[in-house]
DNA sequence: TCGTTCAATCAACGTCTGTTCAACGAAGGG
DNA sequence: CCCTTCGTTGAACAGACGTTGATTGAACGA
């Protein structure tokens, strides 16, 4: 029935992929309780127990808890959508939209640790940071890093309440409702280069 | 010169004043460090150091780091001014002018160890509660909870972004440059009840 | 088949933490 | 004046933490 010069990798698993396998078990576990608990509440020894191996491995596999959290963390690209200068808004919101549908565990990891754990703050800076520079080069506007920024931390602002938080209607309401209503705050943000000041 | 009956509390000072005295060191100290390195990271010793005493002393005053975080980290009653229904942005805009030019201590302690200490999330689950029920009686919409939930975001994200994290040209913004691109947002979100949606 | 490699375990170390307890010394009251 | 009260100290404990080293047993290459 099956070659023995090509096992089905079903019956026994070879020794690299064992390694992969456990590897990316422990990952999965160490961003679960990061993104749970955040860094300094999350022991090696629980990162261990919930991927059923032994905490003398998780230091064998990454060297030490911050290297381990480097890896669990590590925040995949963000897609960001540099349209045309006048459709920006729109596009921001569409990507926020897809992180209040599901926001993914590594950036939750990095949210909940970046207070406290230093290295979490600069991996948060590092991404706003490429966030900030492509959101200023399509704004119109001189004080374009500022509002950049602002954009930057009402979205910060919004999934933290949302997800780490969870405070109020914030929590489970759809994200259809919270775009629609953050559409006009993105268009001024990222619109007119002097919006109208209605102070009396 | 100096009444025996009232002496003048400089010369030498009664057991209770300096209870009091070095009580107010602790949490000042107290305070100052939960709001720079979060609840964990902040140590009894450290804060004992800190305030020029023994750590044995903190446990006699304050019997447990719980309650010493959370006398030290006691929110002030919030001063929402429940102005006329027109002008809810502009008072909500100008509460926050006060927290841009110098957010108080003890907030930043709440918000630096919100993600990772209960207590500490639930102190700011009921200051922003307490905002929101007053901000929804004067928000004439369907929707008001979600929009004062959102509102209650944008300034939990820029003082975050501002105080704590320290991104880009919001930390050092000058106040007024700030509100100045937040209003529309502010007006939007407590103004109109159905803001018109411009997607194609 | 034999020796090597390596995933995985176990026990232990040193340190730091929150917390406790006995003790001292000066202020307060009679 | 003496005895009590109480602010304050110092040492110590038990537990949890990150990290290390020796050890085992099965997969691997020759």
Redesign the interface.
């Known amino acids: 029935m099956t070659d023995p010069n090509q096992p089905p990798a079903a019956a026994r698993p070879t020794r690299a992929q064992q390694r992969r396998r456990t590897e990316s078990r422990i990952l999965g576990a160490a961003r679960q309780l990061f993104a749970e ?2 860094y ?2 999350t022991t090696i020894r629980a990162v261990a127990a919930a991927a059923g191996v032994d905490a003398g491995l998780v230091m064998h596999y990454f060297r030490s808890k911050d290297e381990l959290f480097a890896h669990a963390a590590k925040l995949p690209p963000d897609d960001f959508p540099t349209g045309a200068p006048q459709e920006v808004a ?1 596009a921001l919101l569409a990507s926020l939209g897809k992180r209040l549908a599901a926001e993914p565990v590594a950036s939750l990891a990095v ?6 754990h230093s290295e979490a ?1 600069a991996g ?2 590092e991404a ?2 490429q966030r ?1 520079e492509q959101m200023q080069s399509v704004i119109p506007a001189a ?1 374009a ?6 954009v ?7 999934i ?3 997800y ?2 969870r ?4 929590a489970d ?1 759809p994200p259809e ?2 775009i ?6 993105f ?3 990222t619109g007119a280069p002097t ?1 109208p ?3 009396p």
Chains 1, 2 share one sequence.
Do not use: K, N
Request: hydrophobic share 45%; with cysteine; glycine share 8%.
């Open positions: 608990r955040g300094d509440r729109e949210l909940r640790s970046m207070l406290t703050a948060f800076r706003a940071g900030l004080d890093e500022l509002r950049a920024g602002l930057s931390a009402i979205i910060t602002g919004v933290i309440e949302r780490l938080v405070v109020g209607r914030l309401a409702s919270i629609d209503l953050l559409r006009p705050c268009q001024a943000l919006p000041t209605s102070s």
